[in-house]
């Protein structure tokens, strides 16, 4: 099958929430008008039935696939998204938002507060991975489809598939939560607390009064450089950098001597131009109150039906697969059916975005074995192998 | 492993799938490439799940539409509430593992039964080689050199069924699978493989289709 790019794609906006039907938050707190950046891909078919929605994950946007007008990068997961890719815009609906609490076009700390015509800041309601959902669910709605194909995303995005089925069970068909956890644990959450510190330690935060005067780009800039470590493996960085210099010696100063430094100074650097710093702040809050542990995950005794596919990667220290173990003892425990696959990878929590081609196949013939159970009269699929009668030569092989 | 089959395997196939109800719940430990669970899913519109631990084996269910959990028999069992499953199947992996009787155990504690389908170690082949040649056997239902098999028990019908009463099982049904097809005669030393339907002792005998005969 012939992979293919979705093209020239733009981010559209959804607003809604406006006073007097504002949208109450899991704090509490109401915030209005909302507005959600969301992209699609492909073609939602008559009956509604093959949109899915992918989640994207901390510094993700709406733009999963395909390039924007006089760009020449392509969209975060476009490797996965496209026609013949595992999320295949021949068959499927795809959607993607801007997360609320982002700075991509969703409403966020630096969207004008309606009240004051201002940047938000710090007046902005502390958003949860629920309150994400929920917004997506208004988009969801908007669109016109009751019941998702599927929800999958890695890292946060998996977070959100979950929240997703645990929130609206009866409106996910499937789910592909990958590289995540059920809850964020201690670990995970010092590391955002050392990222938040970073930003807040920055006197050009300003309590997050920065909006006239430029980003606290020291602050934001050490932030990212801590969650691109976390991102990667010890073999993943002794692969890409080793020891090796940037010029070819000690310098004897406190300057950039080795590569993997200069790395992280250009990772922080490009990361101030292109994200909020208060988005960072709330957004990392988000997910360490984020814990659907105990009876918090698919609440309620009614049964699910939602088919899951949990995917980790071998050396993701950061999300590791015994986090998505735990998601997979839940989904055994209340009965659920659920399959589970260790991806082997070297690139540590970055894995999700690189190992594609594992990926790619495991997604793909879950999705389609999805689809033949949804109508086993019509298995027209190139290629499935959903139905086969007899096992082929190749299946007779060795397979170790 | 369990990737490899030959026309014996197939047939073992269709036995266990005989001895399974309609729409029954299944667990397969160590499901290799779905096989068997395809078989049931189509013959017996039954609810099937895998427990497989090798990359390609599990890539190939997933193709296959079956639910599989990667990892190894022993953890992935655990987490399952009692009486999960109407059926667990334990076929040519039984041998592969090192606590037997924990495993069975813990089959029969997520499952009403358990099927356990495994090499006749004593079959005549076996001992012919073994007499004979004073070699660790190599017959083609035990292809591996002892250096390269998987299998880290080597166990007779008759110690198996000498298990069975040391533990308290109670044996629901047995087939004995020979060169061509089933056997009821010495099946001690003319069987490959054996194939037993089990309960623990004390247990209500649960209701089961007669096995299909080839």
Known sequence: ?400 | MRGERNMEARIDHRIICGMIRERATVLDLGCGNGDLMSLLVRGKGASVQGIELDDEAVQRCVEKGLTVFQGDIESGLADYPDGSFDDVILNQSMQEVKKVDFIIGESLRVGKRVIVGFPNFAHICSRWTVFFRGKAPVTPHLPHSWDETPNVRFMSIRDFEDFCRSKGLRVLEAVYLGARGTLTCCPNLFARNAIYALSRQGDREPAFPPAGRE
Not at chain 1, 17 to 43: F, M
Not at chain 1, 97 to 108: A, D, E, Q, R
Not at chain 1, 369 to 384: N, V
Request: net charge negative; aromatic share 10%; glycine share 10%.
């Open chain 1, 1 to 400: 099958m012939s992979e293919g790019n979705v093209g020239l794609t733009g981010t559209k906006e959804f607003t809604f929430g406006e006073p007097p039907d504002v949208v109450t938050l899991e704090s509490g707190r109401k915030i209005g008008p909302v507005t959600v950046a969301y992209e699609t891909y492909g073609r939602l078919n008559e009956d509604r039935s093959n949109a899915i929605l992918i989640c994207h994950a901390l510094s993700g946007d709406a733009h999963a696939a395909g390039y924007h007008e006089g760009e020449t990068a392509p969209g975060w997961w476009d490797a996965m998204i496209g026609p013949g890719k595992a999320f295949d815009t021949d068959r499927y609906f795809v959607i993607c938002s801007n997360v609320i609490g982002g700075c991509k076009g969703s409403t966020g700390p630096s969207s004008p507060n309606p009240q004051t015509g201002k940047p938000y800041a710090l007046d902005f309601p502390v958003i949860t991975v629920s309150d994400m959902v929920n917004v997506q669910r208004y988009l969801i709605d908007h669109l016109g489809i009751d019941r998702l194909f599927c929800v999958a995303g890695g890292s946060m995005g998996g977070m959100q598939a979950l929240q997703w089925v645990s929130s609206y069970p009866e409106r996910v068909m499937s789910a592909i939560p990958v590289a995540t956890t059920l809850k964020h644990s201690p670990q995970q959450i010092a590391f955002d607390e050392v990222i938040r510190q970073s930003i807040m330690g920055d006197p050009a935060w300003r309590k997050g009064n920065y909006y006239d005067h430029g980003q606290p780009q020291n602050g934001l800039s050490v932030a990212r450089m801590i969650g691109h470590i976390t991102f990667m493996s010890d073999t993943s960085m002794e692969a890409k950098f080793s020891r090796k210099l940037k010029n070819g010696g000690y310098g004897f100063s406190l300057e950039d001597d080795f590569e993997v430094e200069g790395y992280l100074r250009y990772r922080g650097d490009s990361f101030v131009k292109r994200f909020d710093a208060n988005s960072y702040l709330y957004i990392t809050k988000a997910m360490d109150y984020f814990d659907l542990s105990g009876d918090l995950f698919l609440p309620g005794k009614q049964r699910v039906d939602s088919r899951f596919l949990v995917i980790s990667f071998t050396s993701d220290w950061l999300y590791p697969s015994s986090q998505s173990l735990d998601i997979v003892r839940a989904l055994k425990r209340r009965r659920i059916a659920a399959t589970y696959c260790e991806l082997k990878s070297t690139w540590g929590h970055d894995a999700f975005l690189v190992e594609v081609a594992e990926e790619t196949r495991l997604i793909t013939n879950f999705l389609r074995g999805i689809t033949a159970t949804l109508s086993p009269l019509h298995h027209d699929f190139p290629g499935s192998r959903n139905h086969e009668t007899a096992a082929s030569p190749a299946e007779n092989r060795r397979v170790s």
